[in-house]
């Protein structure tokens, strides 16, 4: 390892820079030197469908993502800008014609912008602009709160966060925090597409009377049923936190439109009457939330608690609550020297009225949250070697997912994982329709 | 004249030689009785002595832990470790990854306040927030390694009771041993440890080595402290520090070293460092 003058943070990849101008103009001491950090994280995904083999060919798909990073570091002010550089198939492809866009096949390649902003810092302040990535709420696994980002879904196991335009002003208090933060413009979340298999297939046909038949299904596009944006609808959120006697707590506000949407379905019969056209929207609803939580530890246990109540702003009665609480537990050298952490946590969503939220019935994020038990195991074998076992079980549908893998550190900060996705359970609830995309899968991944 | 100043030449060799003498003698004389009185120090004062040699308002600590399993597999983690200890002995620690990439800016803050249950932080980049964690995860491993949060925290003199047995040569160095109880069951809960024994050297009251016992009496683990010398920066510059630690794990036939690049002390770090706001900024 190289040394170092103590004062200096060694950070990998660094290296001083004079911009002597910038530097000057904002005053600081040193008054021209600034710190870059450049960063690489690299990912690469293979999946094979267990249910989708034929005699002659495997269904395969395949991720590959980047994110490079560059960030530039004064005493008061920091800037980093980053990109998502991927490209995904996950449509149904043959092993021979892997990256084949033809057919069903759905190649994803895209550059978004990663978490980038210009931060300044005085004092108790910060003040925070650009695309930016919240992470709200103290719960595990789930955060109802949590909903500032879009999310992408078009692989809903390993959906992430998507930056979003945002302002956000902090202060720092001894006993409390207070986040602030306007996002302008409307960002929804991005779902699968229809071409690709974490679509959820609609029925093929439906009974009219006596006769059944074919359903066509018509996709309003979502810009199509964006949502008002104008000055006086500017999303905005507030967060106030801090730590009492060995609790953290938090309270937060948002008030702009939902990310994430709700689906409206409506049916009509074709103009030949041979059809039933299924027409699918997406509406995005303004909302008030409210949120809540606590997180402290007895004993051993840590335990954690987040609620939030949604009010609908366009339609009486649609209002919901989503409460997440739960307890983890760690145990060193459990058996020999493996070490286990044990997650356990408990969604649900309640409403004074179901009957009355017509667009809520098919929504994700309702059949999400109602009655689940999420579960995360973890065992780490040594400081290189670690298995995960997650499943999340809806009580009430009883199907569920769980997720496996087996992660060994090959050299410096290569990874390699094995595992599998996997599906269950035989009614119509939400994680058993996507049984036909239970997977394997071996993933790579670095960073520099 | 010549015999003169020769005799007074003489004299004053003389008298030199006669003072470096007696300051020999005194020496030889005194020696033991300085070795007697160390020796009848009592437990309690030979830690309050470390404690006074390891005090320090903060500390600023860039090091690199190895990890090496029974079949000499190693990992390496870069390390930086900020400290701040206030005049009533409460402390705030900050913990940094730096490498390999896939962990750095995972970091953990401690903050220790007196009698109460100690709040401590874990920050995972890739969650991009803070949480919690249980006290009792103090005598759990950090971060794969062969020390417990515990273990990586200073010695806390009201936490423990101490007893003195015969001193010992240690490398050469006459030490004092001692041996600490936990003074509350929930401290040894908390430690894991029934009871622990150390070897501090009587010339620079530093720990060299320590043993680690669990209810059983058994020997869990050992930490050997090497390469002894002065700091090189800060205000405390010229303190000594062991400059490399080694912990055999015996219980796990694996062994972490922790190798100090770089140690400051009274750099004149605020306390405000030591937030969950500079936690959540790697």
């Known amino acids: 390892m190289r040394r170092r003058p103590a004062g200096e943070r060694p950070r990998r990849g660094r290296a001083c820079l004079v911009l002597a101008i910038a530097g000057a103009m904002l005053g600081e001491r040193p008054a021209w030197a600034a710190e870059t950090d450049l960063d690489l994280d690299l990912v690469a995904r293979v999946y094979s469908y267990a249910h989708d083999s034929e005699a002659d060919s495997v269904r395969v798909g395949g991720t590959l993502r980047a994110e490079p990073r560059i960030g530039v570091a004064w005493p008061s002010l920091r800037m980093q800008l980053a990109a998502v550089v991927r490209a995904d198939n996950l449509g149904y492809v043959r092993t021979e014609k892997l990256l084949d866009a033809a057919g069903d096949d759905d190649v994803r390649r895209s550059i978004d912008y990663g978490e980038s902003f210009v931060e300044w810092d005085r004092g108790s302040w910060s003040l925070r602009a650009g695309k930016l990535l919240f992470a709200w709420g103290t719960a595990d696994s789930v955060n109802p709160v949590d909903i500032l980002n879009p999310r992408d879904y078009t692989d809903i196991v390993e959906f992430e966060k998507v930056p979003v335009d945002a302002v956000a002003l902090t202060h720092f ?55 008002d944006t104008s000055s006086t ?46 027409e699918v929207r997406r509406v995005f609803p303004r909302q008030r939330v409210f949120g809540a939580g606590l997180a402290t530890f007895f004993g051993p246990f840590g335990v954690r608690a987040e609620a939030a109540y949604f009010k609908d702003l366009e339609r009486q009665g649609d209002d919901y609550v989503q409460l997440v609480f739960g307890g983890d537990r760690r145990w060193s050298d459990l058996i020999g020297d493996v070490d286990l952490g044990v997650n356990l946590q408990y969604a649900l969503d309640r409403t004074r009225d179901r009957g009355r939220i017509v667009n809520q019935t098919p929504a994700v994020m309702s059949r999400v949250f109602s009655d689940n038990v999420l579960l995360r195991v973890d065992l ?47 009614s119509d609830g939400f994680f058993s329709q996507f049984q036909r995309n239970d997977r394997f899968f071996v993933r790579v991944e670095s960073a520099f | 004249m010549v015999t003169r100043r020769k005799c007074v030449c003489t004299t004053q060799g003389g ?29 309690r004062a030979v830690m309050e002595r470390n404690d006074e040699q390891m005090r320090v308002r903060d500390g600023i600590y860039e090091l690199e832990m190895r990890i090496v399993d029974a079949s000499g597999r190693e990992t390496v983690r870069g ?23 896939d962990v750095e800016g995972t970091g953990l803050l401690s903050i220790e306040k007196g009698e109460a249950q100690d709040d401590v932080y874990l920050y995972l980049p890739a969650l991009r927030k803070s949480r919690r964690i249980s006290g009792r995860n103090n005598r759990d491993y950090f971060m794969g390694s062969d020390f417990t949060y ?67 009496g058994e020997n869990l683990k050992t930490l050997t402290a090497t390469d002894i010398r002065p700091v090189q920066s800060g205000d405390d510059a010229g303190k000594l520090r062991a400059h490399e630690l080694l912990m055999v794990n015996h219980d796990r036939e694996r062994r972490t070293v922790l190798e100090f690049d770089a140690i400051s002390l009274n750099t004149g770090l605020p306390k405000s460092r030591f937030t969950k706001r500079a936690l959540e900024r790697p």
């Open chain 1, 173 to 227: 208090g001894e006993w409390v925090t207070v986040t602030g933060a306007v996002l302008p413009g409307f960002q929804p979340s991005r779902l699968p597409s229809p071409r690709t298999r974490f679509f959820p297939p609609p029925p093929p046909r439906v009974s009219v009377g006596p006769v059944e038949l074919p359903v066509e299904l018509a996709l309003v596009s979502a810009r199509r049923t964006r949502p």
């Open chain 1, 233 to 278: 609808r500017v999303p905005v959120a507030l967060k106030l936190d801090g730590s009492l006697r060995g609790v953290d707590w938090f309270g937060s506000y948002y008030q702009g439109a939902t990310r994430d949407g709700l689906i409206d379905a409506s049916t009509r019969l074709s103009p030949d009457a041979r059809r039933v056209i299924s």
């Open chain 1, 380 to 426: 780490e074998f040594n400081p290189d070697t670690s298995a995960l076992l997650e499943a999340t079980m809806n009580v009430d549908d009883s199907d569920g997912f769980g997720k496996f893998e087996i992660v060994t550190r090959i050299r410096g900060a290569w990874q390699v994982a094995v595992g599998c996705d996997l599906f269950f359970g035989s």
């Open chain 2, 15 to 43: 008298l030199r030689h006669l003072g470096l003498v007696v300051w020999l003698a005194g020496l030889v004389v005194a020696m033991p009785a300085v070795s007697q009185a160390q020796s009848e120090l009592s437990a």
């Open chain 2, 79 to 101: 390390l930086r470790r900020e400290a701040y200890r206030s005049t009533d002995q409460d402390e705030w620690s900050l913990l940094r990854f730096q490498s390999p990439a």
């Open chain 2, 150 to 216: 515990k273990d990586l925290r200073s010695e806390r003199l009201k936490a423990n009771r101490y007893e003195r047995l015969p001193d010992e040569m240690l490398d050469g160095e006459l030490c004092a041993r001692i041996v600490a109880y936990p003074t509350t069951d929930a401290e040894r809960d908390e430690s894991g440890y029934e009871r622990r024994e150390l070897w501090v050297s009587q010339t620079t009251w530093l720990v060299l080595k320590t043993e680690f016992y669990d209810e059983h």
